[in-house]
Structure formats: C-alpha cells, structure tokens
C-alpha cells in the first residue's frame, strides 16, 4: 500500500481485491460515523448496518492500512496477560467478563466468516505456544490450568508431541488452544468491508478525520474536502490514530513487529513442518511466530523494523533461526517482508473509552487484533442499538493515560530488537 512494499507484505500479494471505495466529496448524514476501516471498524459497521442504522465508514489511508493488514493471522482467544490476572487488574465482574468475551473470540470469527463466505485462507486447527526451556515450560503449565478450570480446548502438549507437530525438537512443550486458528488477515477485514457494503454501509478511503465538532445532539465529522454528520461516533483507529483522536495513539507504546515470507515449499519439506497447520509463537521475551499459508509459504516473524540497519540484521538472524530450527528448509528466500507496530498499553490490557457523549472506542490490542477487534466491534454496535448497557460493557471506562517516557521505550524496543537478532543464533 502507498507503493510501500513493506508494509503489507504477502498480504497485499494474495489478498481478494477490498470494495471499490473512494473519498468523502459531498456532506453527508448518518446514524452513525466510524472512523478508522480496520477489524473494530468494519465489524461494527457491518453489524450496525445489519440492524437497520445507516452506516459511514472513513478510513484515512486504504481499508486495512493500519495493523489489521499487517499481523501475523493467529486469531487468538485472550489476551497475554494470564487468565487468573484479570480479575486483579480489572475487578472480578469484568475481568472474567472479558476473558468470556475473548476466549470465544475465535469462534466468533469463524462464524462471520462462514456465515458471509470471506475467502482468507481460514485454518481451524488451532495455535501452539511454545515453551523455551523450563521458564517458558512453566508459564505454559500455568496458563493451560487457568484456561482448563474455566473449561477451555486448551491441552498441554510434551516436548515429544510438540515436536511431531511443529516439526522441530527446540521446544520443551506447548500449549495446543483449539479455539484458535490462522487466517490471511488482510483477505479477512477486505472480507468484512464486502460484508458490510453488501449491508448497506457506506465505506470512503483517502478520508482521513481532521476535524470533530458538537452540532446540536450529534457530530460533525470532516475531512479535507466533506463531512458526515451522526448522532454517534465510533472511533476505531487505535495503534495508528491521528487527528483528533491522537491521544489514542499516545496511550500506547508503539512495538515493531516484522514478518518474511518463504516462496511455497516443496511438498516433502511441508510434510515435516506444521503439517496440521496450526500458528506457532514461543515463549521467549523477544519473541518469534511462524504459520504456513495455503500455498505452502513459512511466514516467520519476530520483534523488529525492516528499516535502516535492521532490515539486513533481522533477514539474517531469521535465516539462522530457521536453520537451528528447520535445517530440512535448506536455503532459505524471502519472498517478501514487512513489518507494522503493535500498540502496548501499559497493563498489557485493553481500553474502552468514552470520549464525549456518544463518542465511543476500544483500543490497545496488544497484538491481539483479530478476535478482540472483531467482538469489540460487535460490542460498540450492540452498545449504539441500545442491546446492551453500560453495565454490561467487557471493560470499565477508562482515561486516555500517557505511559511515561513512551518515546524512550519506543527506541529501545527497536534498537535492542537490532541488537538481540544481531547477536542472536550464532554458532
């Protein structure tokens, strides 16, 4: 996208053509305006529509510009931080509120992409955490019982059967969660704009937010060149938020996440490696990820930007972890590469805000855009139709809170992402 090939990757190569969008040219009125045409966005819009409320969609750049497009694919059940801690960080009411909400997340997905036939490469069969020596062996344990007491399709896996389904003996043990699964996530939020068009939602790219102004019981939102005018705001930028509400974006503590694909593997090389398909990521605190696509391409990833110097040293580091970890794969080419940035807040968890009065958001995803995008979005629009109260919401309302030193924590992410590959996987 913007002739950045860097940027989305294989996504954009193999992704479905999105809706034929353009800008904002003339005013316009709706029930409701949403900002930002990513999971949160298109998944209200598309549900909003559903009901009957006259939807207009604007997205700055292009739909899926900002993480949506970006991400690895693993659709996942939770959130990082562990399932017992919840409670402590969010109260008791909601803090098992939203571990319901996200552990079924998943299977929300799935249903919307069945129920509305979005071809992106949907694999059910679940993701593996794998544990990195006896640390990461025992963070697995320990969130394998707090998901099973609370009835989820989590089994812990030994070393051995971890091995036979990854392919590779470098794990002490995983966490298989058949909740889960991979998706081609760029070809998905294309998907839910298709949906929510053929809903009757009004999408416009190159629309980006400049202004937002009070008009008697609603708002008036305006571009470069228009405005829509709504009774509600929905405002679904997040990691990527300019404009009026930037403050989102300054919440969170910007993580570089990059991405190379293989071109597809001879058929004997992919009988040995993930040949139930499943998404992988380990336990390590720089972590890595790898899934296949359906063509037979290895998508691996880690922390890091393919920009100035780290471009060469995170190739190189990921060529040498992939011999340590799949020496079968022989020489390895990248097909493409690209990277993104995950926004952290500082508790690992999620917001919802109320910014004015109807003007309402979920961010701080945390690198769980799939799921949580997807049913928050559901969220708001259930919240909008009045389906729900307040007193129902998954999150309590929260400030926009400024994490202190975040343009430090930015670099060093960067820099000791550089650092680590660089010396990293040596022999």
């Known amino acids: ?56 969609v604007l997205e700055g750049n292009e739909i899926g510009f900002g993480a949506a497009g970006r991400n690895v694919g693993l659709i996942n059940a939770g959130m990082w931080v562990m399932p017992d801690d919840l409670p402590g960080e969010l109260g008791e009411v909601h803090g098992e509120r939203l571990l319901n909400l996200l552990g079924n997340g998943p299977q929300v997905v799935m249903e919307l992409i069945d129920r509305h036939g979005i071809a ?80 009757g939602a009004i999408l416009h790219a190159s629309s980006r937010v400049v202004s937002v102004r009070r008009v008697g019981g609603g708002w008036t939102v305006a571009t470069a060149k228009a405005s829509v005018t709504a009774d509600w705001v929905v405002v679904a930028t997040d990691a990527y938020s300019t404009g009026p509400w930037e403050s989102v974006r300054r919440e969170q503590v910007h993580l570089p996440y990059f991405n190379l694909a293989t071109r597809p593997l001879p058929t004997k090389v992919l009988d040995s490696i993930l040949p139930g398909r499943e998404g992988v990521w380990d336990t390590k605190e720089i972590l890595s990820s790898f899934r296949r696509d359906q063509t037979g391409r290895l998508v691996f990833g ?35 590469e690209w990277y993104g940035k995950i926004g952290m807040t500082d508790n690992a968890l999620p917001r919802f805000h109320r910014f004015a009065p109807n003007v309402v958001g979920f961010s701080g995803y945390n690198g769980r855009g799939i799921a949580p995008g997807t049913v928050f979005g559901r969220t708001l629009a259930q ?44 022999f």
């Open 120 to 199: 992106c490469e949907l694999e059910r069969n679940g993701t593996l955490h794998c544990a990195v020596g006896k640390a990461g062996l025992k963070e697995i344990i320990a969130r394998a019982s707090q998901w099973q007491k609370r009835g989820a399709a989590v089994t812990l896996l030994s070393a051995a059967e971890t091995a036979a389904r990854v392919g590779s003996a470098d794990y002490s043990g995983s966490l298989l969660d058949k909740r889960a699964g991979t998706l081609q996530p760029l070809a998905y939020v294309r998907g839910l704009a298709h949906a929510a068009v053929r809903a």
């Open 383 to 426: 919240l909008i139709l009045r389906e729900i109260g307040d007193d129902e919401l998954p999150l309590p309302v929260s400030d926009i809170r400024e994490p202190s030193f975040r343009g430090m924590k930015e670099a060093y992410y960067e820099t000791g992402a550089q650092i680590a590959h660089f010396a990293g996987e040596r």
């Open 302 to 336: 880690s922390v890091g930007a393919l920009r100035h110097g780290g471009v060469a040293v995170h190739k190189a580091w990921a060529r040498r972890s992939l011999a340590r970890l799949f020496p079968q794969l022989g020489k390895v080419e990248f097909e493409c």
């Open 1 to 56: 996208m913007l002739n950045d090939p860097r940027s989305h990757g294989l996504w954009e190569k193999t992704a479905p053509e999105p809706p034929a969008t353009g800008p904002l040219e003339a005013d316009a009125k709706a029930d409701v305006v949403v900002v930002g045409g990513g999971f949160t966005g298109l998944s209200a819009a598309l549900h909003l529509a559903q009901a009957g409320c006259s939807v207009i």
